[in-house]
């Protein structure tokens, strides 16, 4: 079974410009997230998608941070304009269905590396 | 709020030495626990998870976790490190109804040959 996809990799842009970010979940799986990680920290959420609809943006920074998940199935997150502090590791997640106990597992990535000079 | 705590932000031991990490938790109802696994330049991995039932879990790579409620901990546990376990470690809850994690800072584990 293939696992959670992301590109790209890598990426260094400089400040005010923007970037955008890509995730294919697993197939099947209803529910994506994306998250913040900063060096040092753990990941925080920014986003949930349950299919194409969102749960919860309440941290996602709406000013300069967007997402979707047009067809319920891949998503993209952008930032525009990026600034300094974005630098961080943006990991996609994907579960099957969240609320139900066995199905809440989560699935992650590898991440794409932001950053902001 | 729901919050986790991970007081220990580096631990060394030596290899074949056993290992505890620390996990402390603020949650109002019953909470789904995690522990992840994040190598260098590699996403998360799961390594055990707890929701019900036997508060011993078990998981992958020989470890596991004890979930105490009255101490509002889940410790995880391994008797007999290896030098390939040297990774960061994140405790995590979640809750139920939407599945949305929070993460603790983490622990780097860094192991002595």
């Known amino acids: 079974e293939a696992g959670v996809a992301q590109s790209p990799r890598y990426k260094i842009i400089e400040k005010r410009q923007s970037v955008a970010f890509w995730c294919n979940p697993i197939?099947?799986?209803?529910?994506l997230y994306w998250y913040q990680q900063i060096l040092g920290q753990g990941p925080k959420l920014l986003i949930q998608f349950q299919n194409n609809g969102v749960v919860d943006d309440s941290q996602l920074p709406k000013d300069r941070f967007s997402a979707e998940r047009l067809k319920g199935v891949d998503s993209t997150l952008k930032i525009q304009p990026a600034k300094l502090e974005d630098s961080a590791v943006y990991l996609c997640?994907?579960?099957?269905?969240?609320?139900?106990?066995?199905?809440?597992?989560?699935?992650f990535g590898p991440g794409t590396r932001l950053t902001v000079l | 709020a729901q919050s986790v705590t991970q007081p220990d932000i580096h631990i060394t031991v030596s290899e074949g030495a056993s290992l505890e990490l620390r996990c402390n938790y603020s949650y109002g109802a019953t909470p789904y626990l995690f522990w992840y696994v994040q190598s260098p330049g590699q996403g998360l991995q799961l390594l055990l998870k707890y929701f019900s039932g036997d508060t011993l879990v078990q998981g992958i790579k020989g470890f596991e976790a004890e979930f105490k409620r009255s101490q509002s901990s889940f410790n995880l546990r391994k008797p007999s490190v290896h030098w390939s376990d040297a990774a960061e470690y994140f405790c995590a809850v979640s809750s139920g109804n939407t599945g949305k994690l929070i993460f603790g800072q983490g622990t780097t584990l860094q192991v002595k040959p």
């Open positions: 997640a994907s579960s099957l269905a969240p609320g139900l106990a066995g199905d809440n597992e989560q699935f």
């Open positions: 197939s099947g799986h209803a529910t």
